[in-house]
Each structure stands twice: as C-alpha cells, then as structure tokens.
C-alpha cells in the first residue's frame, strides 16, 4: 500500500496568539488495501519550515505522536493535532 498525507480545511488557518487550535489532516492508503496497516506518526520542530516543536502538544505538554491503524478494505483516516498559540513571531508551518 502507498500511504499519503493532505491537510484539510482546518489546517489553513492562524494558530492564535493563546490557547490551543486544532488542525485536521487525511491520511489515505491507496494499492492493496486487503490487509491491515499501521503507520507512526510525531511532530517535530524544524528550522527550515519554521515550526517551533513546542507549537505541537498535547494537553500534558508532551510532544505529539501516535498511531494510525487501517483495517482491511479501510482507505482514509483522520489526525487531529491541537497546536498551541503564542507571540512568537513564524513564518507559516
């Protein structure tokens, strides 16, 4: 199977100067979808993309990751990641 990322609606939008922001993102398995499939997932910072790495949380403060697991016959799943406004000044993540 061949596995993509695409980020929705919800993922074109400003982070906030506060407070979390929730950003949804697809991931879609196409080729032989007959059997299971599971993917990890993290978040991580990079200088290059200007994503600050604490922009991504969860509600403990911890940095993001998980698990998608696609079920026999099973195409798109959904990823939401909360990410945390503040004042620092970034160009677009």
């Given at each position: 199977?061949?596995?993509?990322?695409?980020?929705?609606?919800s993922?074109?939008?400003?982070?906030?100067?506060?407070?979390?922001?929730?950003?949804?993102?697809?991931?879609?398995?196409?080729?032989?979808?007959?059997?299971?499939?599971?993917?990890?997932?993290?978040?991580?910072?990079?200088?290059?993309?200007?994503?600050?790495?604490?922009d991504?949380?969860?509600?403990?403060?911890?940095?993001?990751s998980?698990?998608?697991?696609?079920?026999?016959?099973?195409?798109?799943?959904?990823?939401?990641?909360?990410?945390?406004?503040?004042?620092?000044?970034?160009?677009?993540?």
């Amino acid at each position: 199977p061949v596995l993509s990322i695409t980020a929705d609606a919800s993922a074109v939008q400003n982070e906030g100067d506060a407070g979390p922001t929730l950003f949804t993102f697809t991931v879609t398995r196409t080729g032989d979808t007959t059997g299971q499939t599971t993917v990890d997932y993290a978040t991580t910072a990079s200088a290059v993309d200007g994503v600050n790495g604490d922009d991504f949380v969860d509600i403990l403060n911890n940095p993001v990751s998980g698990r998608v697991t696609f079920d026999p016959g099973d195409t798109q799943k959904t990823i939401t990641l909360q990410v945390q406004g503040d004042l620092l000044e970034e160009a677009d993540e």
